[in-house]
């Protein structure tokens, strides 16, 4: 009763005809996201004969698999996968029982753990289509897709609104469809003009930024994340241009990023390999997008692995951070202490909602707010691309040439991965490092083994060995 008296919050009311028939009813005009579920009878005699749970969500093909000796990884990775599906009800959404909207920062933070795991391609088309439709002639985007006037104000900026760009070339990129690029072209033009009108010095801030960091936290400066993204956007559009053949916007765009480049570090980088606050946002976020100056990645990598060292590898970071830090620490040789993130139990982290009972990703570290959301998702891609070593080539876009560069993590002792018909599977036994590849028909796999040797795989099983380092 307190419940009701609340609200109709995920609520629901049906009268019966009065008679003594039997009755079915089902909800037609929504759908609900709970973990439980409470049904009772309000007024005059009735009994409850059945209940029965439908499942609501876009019937996605599954095409990865990943599995680890490590109890919390699999657990942290089934979670992501019921979160990624619980979201995807016709379109990508934050959450499936409050608001259900199309937010387009979840969206593209989450794009490649959901292409890693499933095949999203043919959904992921309709709903940019729809985001397109949203944008206005300005080239302004809201930060919800679809939208019926709301998020052009609030709570969208390049973080969010780079959904346009990232979306379709991750799809590009995973697929090698690039019709998604094709038509939504001169859309992220016309975005890009768009954010060059709103900047001052190639600054820009509107819109979110390092959300959702760990409750009395202060997120870094959001002109600092705004305008890193912002540049992000404008070199992978020069990437786009490059692809289609259009020279002019290549030499363009690539002169606007180096732009940028130069007064984002004017005014965010502090020297002595420090930017903004010196947070862990702050230093992976200019590695993440290739911002540092020439000779200056060594100190600022320096400072961003003092920093997770001294925090004890909590995550100390919103949803940006969630993703950026644990890749950069991979991409430059911190892989062991990047799965630490992923594996220490104490809040803010990830473990931490395991031990606390967790059936699907929260939205904030404490798990005040929801507790199906799948912004802080892409822990799952980073297994498929690390610990597994699937990594999508650029210049051999699509799955028919693949890189196989698993890491050789020393907290865990085999990993098992599947994707596309690929199978990556290693175990450490006496200091010998043994990868099992499996690339399918009309495929091929460079594979990098931990201790440098490279070997070019075709279809078919092989068994690749190497030291283990150390």
């Given at each position: 009763?307190?419940?009701?008296?609340?609200?109709?919050?995920?609520?629901?009311?049906?009268?019966?005809k009065g008679d003594a028939s039997e009755e079915v009813w089902?909800?037609?005009?929504?759908?609900?996201?709970?973990?439980?579920?409470?049904?009772?009878?309000?007024n005059g005699e009735a009994a409850l004969k059945k209940i029965e749970v439908r499942e609501i969500r876009t019937d996605l093909d599954s095409v990865g698999s990943f599995e680890s000796s490590s109890a919390d990884i699999?657990?942290?990775?089934?979670?992501?996968?019921?979160?990624?599906?619980?979201?995807?009800?016709g379109i990508p959404t934050d959450c499936p029982?409050?608001?259900?909207?199309?937010?387009?920062?979840?969206?593209?933070?989450?794009?490649?753990?959901?292409?890693?795991?499933?095949?999203?391609?043919?959904?992921?088309?309709?709903?940019?289509?729809?985001?397109r439709d949203c944008q206005r002639p300005s080239g302004e985007l809201?930060?919800?897709?679809?939208?019926?006037?709301?998020?052009?104000?609030?709570?969208?900026?390049?973080?969010?609104?780079?959904?346009?760009?990232?979306?379709p070339y991750h799809t590009f990129l995973y697929t090698s469809d690039d019709s998604l690029l094709r038509k939504n072209y001169e859309a992220m033009r016309l975005y890009l003009d768009f954010c060059e009108s709103v900047s001052e010095d190639d600054i820009v801030m509107f819109g979110l930024g390092d959300w959702c960091p760990p409750m009395g936290m202060k997120m870094v400066d959001g002109f600092f994340s705004t305008t890193a993204m912002y540049y992000g956007l404008v070199v992978m559009f020069a990437k786009i241009a490059t692809h289609f053949g259009k020279a002019d916007d290549v030499k363009r765009y690539?002169?606007?990023?180096?732009?940028?480049?130069?007064?984002?570090?004017?005014?965010f980088y502090n020297g002595d390999g420090v930017y903004a606050d010196g947070g862990l946002t702050a230093q992976a976020t200019p590695l993440y997008f290739g911002l540092c100056h020439d000779g200056e990645e060594k100190a600022v990598l320096q400072t961003l692995v003092s920093a997770c060292e001294q925090c004890g590898c909590t995550a100390q970071f919103g949803i940006l951070g969630a993703k950026y830090v644990p890749r950069v620490l991979a991409d430059n040789g911190y892989a062991d202490l990047a799965l630490q993130f992923f594996t220490q139990e104490t809040c803010p982290g990830w473990v931490n909602w395991l031990r606390r009972g967790a059936v699907s990703l929260w939205e904030t570290w404490e798990g005040a707010?929801?507790?199906?959301?799948?912004?802080f998702g892409d822990p799952s891609a980073w297994f498929f691309r690390y610990a597994a070593g699937f990594k999508h080539q650029p210049e051999n876009p699509g799955w028919k040439r693949l890189s196989i560069c698993p890491e050789n993590l020393k907290a865990l002792d085999f990993v098992r991965s599947e994707y596309r018909g690929y199978v990556s599977h290693w175990k450490r036994d006496n200091g010998v490092f043994t990868?099992?590849?499996?690339?399918?028909?009309?495929?091929?796999a460079d594979v990098v083994l931990p201790d440098g040797t490279t070997h070019t795989c075709k279809a078919g099983s092989h068994t690749l060995c190497s030291k283990a380092p150390a």
């Open positions: 009763d307190s419940f009701i008296k609340s609200g109709k919050f995920q609520h629901e009311e049906y009268s019966l089902e909800s037609r005009f929504t759908y609900h996201g709970f973990r439980y579920v409470k049904v009772g009878i309000h699999n657990r942290l990775q089934e979670l992501t996968r019921v979160s990624f599906l619980a979201n995807f009800v029982h409050r608001e259900k909207n199309g937010w387009t920062g979840d969206a593209q933070l989450a794009s490649e753990t959901g292409l890693y795991n499933f095949d999203p391609a043919t959904s992921y088309s309709q709903w940019v289509d729809t985001l809201p930060g919800i897709a679809p939208s019926a006037g709301w998020g052009y104000n609030w709570g969208n900026g390049p973080n969010w609104d780079g959904a346009l760009f990232v979306v690539q002169a606007q990023a180096q732009r940028i480049k130069d007064n984002f570090n004017r005014k707010a929801s507790r199906n959301h799948i912004m990868l099992e590849v499996t690339v399918p028909e009309g495929c091929i």
